[in-house]
């Protein structure tokens, strides 16, 4: 059980955000998790897994523990249907592209999203009309109070517009092994409905999972900042969920705001769009600022502090709240 001390997690979250954890141990299998788990009860811990949804603010004075457990498993259900289990550790978009590479369907739609498997379900991760839960089966986690291995089911984990119960109640008390998706083999169902999936398959009518992987991957490309080249945590609100009396009053002003329709009295705005007409998208302060093809995204360009950044996203929240009355949420966590 080897712990290291004073240890940077810039190289260990997204944003790449320099700051130390007091104590940190990489775990690569789930009886090691327990040992560690067991051995330090008493202590403050904190868990680590792909770094990709989270805004770091300052030193962790806890033991950071990493999950690295990895691994994927397969089970026959029926002559459309596969289980794939995969480890916490496993990066989200190789085990995507294993999948599609073994034509198994369902996860083509998250294609490129960062972070791991592990951290999937805790947001309820989504893009272009697919999210996690549609195919989630069931995850394995350890309860940290007691010990002990539960395994969730869809219904228990509370799912909801990047929320489970992970993220609710059960929040710091479990910590996720493994994660098992209900698969297609051939007979997909394929989510292509989105404006810019159609636009980039073009001419392709009856697409295969690998092309519209390959369509939203280049999307994301096209729109989000590669993490390895700019720090990141992906999206950094959630799209708001507003009444259409908020929406008519919005499109007094601004007719082309764009919409999605969720029921005869909701409807979903895009984050972006609010924060590029606040004026935000593309502006810099120093090394913290918002990205220049994609508003909806916070950016650290070298060796800004999660505080720079923290601040950037309350002045956008303010002033979409004075501009449009809306109250912005945030996706990623502040920490």
């Not at 997690?9 to 954890?21: C, E, K, M, P, S």
């Not at 029926?78 to 198994?104: M, P, Q, R």
């Not at 989510?191 to 636009?199: E, R």
């Not at 989000?224 to 992906?234: V, Y």
């Amino acid at each position: 059980m080897h712990i290291e001390h004073q240890k940077s997690l810039q190289a260990y979250n997204t944003f790449g955000i320099d700051v130390t954890a007091s104590s940190y141990i990489r775990v690569t299998d789930s009886k090691q998790l327990e040992e560690v788990v067991k051995a330090y009860k008493d202590q403050n811990i904190f868990i680590l897994n792909g770094g990709s949804n989270m805004l770091l603010t300052a030193d962790i004075d806890a033991l950071v523990i990493h999950i690295a457990i990895c691994g994927i498993t397969e089970k026959k259900v029926d002559d459309n249907t596969i289980l794939v289990s995969a480890g916490a550790g496993e990066n989200w978009h190789k085990f995507v592209l294993y999948c599609i590479s073994k034509n198994y369907g369902g996860l083509e739609n998250l294609a490129l999203i960062p972070g791991n498997v592990g951290s999937a379900p805790i947001q309820n991760i989504g893009a272009y009309g697919v999210e996690l839960k549609d195919t989630f089966h069931s995850c394995t986690a350890l309860d940290i109070t007691t010990g002990k291995e539960r395994k969730f089911n869809k219904e228990e984990c509370e799912f909801g517009y990047r929320e489970s119960i992970f993220k609710g109640i059960a929040k710091g008390r479990y910590i996720i092994t493994e994660v098992s998706f209900l698969l297609t083999t051939h007979m997909h169902q394929l989510h292509t409905t989105y404006g810019a999936i159609q636009k980039e398959l073009g001419a392709i009518t009856t697409p295969t999972i690998k092309q519209i992987a390959d369509a939203v991957i280049a999307i994301r490309k096209s729109k989000l900042p590669d993490p390895k080249q700019i720090g990141n945590g992906g999206s950094f609100f959630k799209n708001p969920v507003v009444s259409k009396t908020v929406l008519s009053a919005i499109q007094e002003k601004y007719e082309e705001v764009p919409f999605y329709e969720l029921d005869e009295n909701m409807v979903k705005l895009p984050a972006g769009w609010l924060i590029e007409k606040a004026g935000f998208k593309g502006k810099r302060w120093k090394d913290a600022g918002v990205h220049k093809n994609q508003a909806l995204v916070l950016v650290n360009y070298g060796n800004a502090t999660g505080n720079e950044i923290l601040a950037i996203a309350q002045k956008i929240q303010q002033q979409v709240k004075k501009q449009f009355n809306i109250s912005l949420q945030t996706e990623v966590n502040i920490i």
